[in-house]
C-alpha cells in the first residue's frame, strides 16, 4: 500500500507477516517492562520517501492496538523500518537489485 507498487503476484507473494510471541521474560526495556511489540518493516532501499515512512508506522501501530483491543499498546509499538540494500533482497537464490525488481515488474505487466 504505502510503497505504491502495482498489484502483481511479484510483490503479493513476497509480501508477508512473521509473529514471533515470545514469552514475557524474553523482553524487556531497561525498566523491566515487557509489554512492548515490535514491529519490523523490510523494504527496498529509497521505496518509503518520508510521509511513506510516517505511514507506515502510524498504519501498523494502529493495526497492533485493535488487534490486541488495547489503544494504550500504540504507545509501546515499536515500528522499525529497514531498508535492504541493493543487492540485498534475496528471492528464490537470487539477490535482487532494485532494477532486478523493476525489470520483473515491467516485465509483469507485459512491458519489458
Not at 2 to 16: S, W, Y
Not at 59 to 77: C, N, P, Y
Not at 85 to 91: A, S
Amino acid at each position: 500500500k504505502h510503497e505504491q507498487v502495482p498489484p502483481l503476484a511479484l510483490f503479493k507473494d513476497n509480501t508477508a507477516a512473521f509473529v514471533h510471541d515470545l514469552p514475557g521474560d524474553a523482553i524487556s526495556n531497561v525498566s523491566g517492562d515487557s509489554n512492548y511489540v515490535r514491529v519490523q518493516v523490510l523494504t527496498p532501499v529509497g521505496v518509503l520517501d518520508r510521509q511513506k515512512q510516517l505511514g507506515v508506522v502510524k498504519e501498523l501501530t494502529e493495526i497492533v492496538a485493535k488487534a490486541a483491543g488495547d489503544q494504550s499498546l500504540a504507545a509501546r509499538t515499536w515500528v522499525l523500518i529497514t531498508e535492504s540494500p541493493d543487492g540485498g533482497w534475496g528471492i528464490g537464490g537470487h539477490a535482487n537489485t532494485g532494477a532486478d525488481i523493476a525489470n520483473a515488474a515491467r516485465k509483469a505487466l507485459g512491458k519489458a
